[in-house]
Nanobody
Framework: QVQLVESGGGLVQAGGSLRLSCAASGRTFRSYAMGWFRQAPGLEREFVAAISGSGGSTYYADSVKGRFTISRDNAKNPVYLQMNSLKPEDTAVYYC???????????????WGQGTQVTVSS
């Protein structure tokens, strides 16, 4: 069983930056691929970024490529999402997820956090 807790969300102006963290319980954490997804009001949950268990492979949605960076520190546990050059359309609840494969598909992940709100003002 893996439990995930996100933190780092908040209100930021357009062009600003935020760093989200996802802390995971469980000794097998480093074996899981980790993903970040987001969901804006009235919209479906969408893929943002993912990273392999080793951290050697990453995958980004086109909408965030070049602005967001996913990373992990298997020694200390968290997975991070560094978000730069934020836009109002990045406003959403951001969720981290853990799964066995590196995939942009939300149904490829078995464990989910509760989410953290990110609001970007124009």
């Amino acid at each position: 069983q893996v439990q995930l807790v996100e933190s780092g969300g908040g209100l930021v102006q357009a062009g600003g930056s935020l760093r989200l963290s996802c802390a995971a319980s469980g000794r097998t954490f480093r074996s899981y691929a980790m993903g970040w997804f987001r969901q804006a009001p009235g919209l479906e949950r969408e893929f943002v970024a993912a990273i392999s268990g080793s951290g050697g492979s990453t995958y980004y949605a086109d909408s965030v490529k070049g602005r967001f960076t996913i990373s992990r520190d298997n020694a200390k546990n968290p997975v991070y999402l560094q978000m730069n050059s934020l836009k109002p359309e990045d406003t959403a609840v951001y969720y981290c997820a853990a799964g066995n494969i590196l995939t942009p598909r939300f149904n490829g992940y078995d464990y989910w956090g509760q989410g953290t709100q990110v609001t970007v003002s124009s």
